[in-house]
């Protein structure tokens, strides 16, 4: 293997142990990965759960697309739900395919 290439792929290495931390081993199952979410206490993960599932029922009842009345609070507090969701948006990661893109696109540019 040439040095340039080395060189790159020990890059890569580094960009990895960087920029690899949305998903961390489970401990307690093989090949499972957990991914974290922060949230302030017991009240708010309530709150991401319940809406969650009003979600999934208007979802899934696509007659009537509402919560049932015997739900109290039936709105649903998307931007909650979207917070979560960016939270888990694995923004490290893309910055590493990013970066490898570019040693890949050198590693062809040389290559011609």
């Not at 401990?27 to 206490?41: F, L, P, S, T, V």
């Not at 899934?60 to 948006?89: H, K, R, W, Y």
Request: charged content about 30%.
């Amino acid at each position: 293997m040439e040095t340039d290439e080395i060189v790159k792929l020990k890059k890569i290495e580094m960009l990895s142990n960087r920029l690899l931390n949305t998903l961390k081993p489970a401990q307690d199952k093989r090949g499972m990965y957990n991914a974290e979410i922060r949230i302030y206490d017991y009240c708010e993960l309530l709150s991401i759960i319940r809406n969650l599932m009003k979600l999934c029922i208007i979802a899934l009842d696509n007659d009537s697309a509402e919560v049932p009345p015997t739900v109290l609070n039936q709105n649903i507090d998307v931007g909650l739900i979207l917070g979560v969701t960016l939270q888990l948006f694995p923004i490290d990661e893309f910055e590493l395919i990013n970066e490898i893109s570019y040693l890949c696109k050198d590693m062809k540019d040389e290559g011609n």
